[in-house]
């Protein structure tokens, strides 16, 4: 069974626009990640959060961790049309990921 | 570096059929994974190798095999393919440094007919 769930499932936004994604997940964990996957592709891993942290930066993409919620959120800034992908969020509950069902992101130019 | 490879990229199979997928990985990396990808379900864990020598069952383990032929390749078999089969499969690896971290293949999109 899924882990975590991803809100919206879909979500379509200008270029230059910011985009906020969230992932809530049923228990407790090591770690959460985002991964980006473009259609036809492998996913890629974004960023990794911790559970002892709180916010995370990397380039254009901020990631908060609420464990007391269980819940998590991506912020990509200044959107571009090349972040239309599908994005997906997975805990590490033990050795094995377990992911959510994916949002897709569609950033029109 | 390839990072992972998998073959086929694409596989048409009809119902009864066996087939092997296979895996390979130069990042000298302990463990590695199989998922498959079903529209709306996002990816589920099939089977996985912590290391060498061994496997274990993941969420959805019925119908396929496996085997960790070495450290580089871990395959996937369907012994008798059925319909429900039908996906898109991806290996996934990870190493001792950063196990939390995995790297994906471009995924072999199987249809079983």
């Known amino acids: 069974s899924q882990q975590g769930e991803e809100d919206p499932q879909a979500l379509s936004i200008q270029e230059g626009e910011n985009a906020t994604m969230n992932c809530s997940y049923k228990?407790?964990?090591?770690?959460l990640q985002w991964y980006r996957q473009n259609s036809g592709r492998g996913l890629v891993h974004l960023i990794l959060?911790?559970?002892?942290?709180r916010e995370k930066h990397s380039g254009r993409l901020r990631v908060t961790l609420d464990t007391s919620k269980k819940s998590s959120s991506l912020l990509i800034t200044a959107s571009r049309a090349a972040d239309t992908a599908s994005y997906f969020c997975?805990?590490?509950?033990?050795?094995?990921?377990?992911f959510g069902k994916g949002m897709k992101l569609t950033v029109n130019p | 570096n390839a990072g992972v490879t998998q073959t086929p990229k694409f596989q048409v199979l009809k119902t009864g059929q066996s087939m092997t997928l296979q895996c390979a990985q130069d990042?000298?990396?302990?463990?590695m994974y199989w998922y498959r990808q079903d529209p709306g379900m996002g990816l589920r864990l099939i089977y996985y190798?912590?290391?060498?020598?061994?496997?274990d069952k993941g969420e959805v383990p019925n119908g396929y095999n496996v085997s960790r032929l070495n450290k580089r390749e871990f395959s996937l078999r369907l012994e008798s393919a059925a319909p429900s089969q039908t996906s898109v499969y991806f290996c996934?690896?990870?190493?001792?440094?950063?196990?939390?971290?995995?790297?994906f293949g471009p995924g072999t999109r199987l249809t079983v007919l």
């Open positions: 996934a690896s990870s190493g001792e440094w950063t196990p939390d971290e995995q790297f």
């Open positions: 228990t407790s964990i090591n770690n």
């Open positions: 959060i911790r559970s002892n942290e």
């Open positions: 997975a805990t590490v509950p033990v050795l094995k990921l377990v």
């Open positions: 990042m000298n990396h302990n463990s």
């Open positions: 190798s912590a290391s060498e020598g061994t496997t």
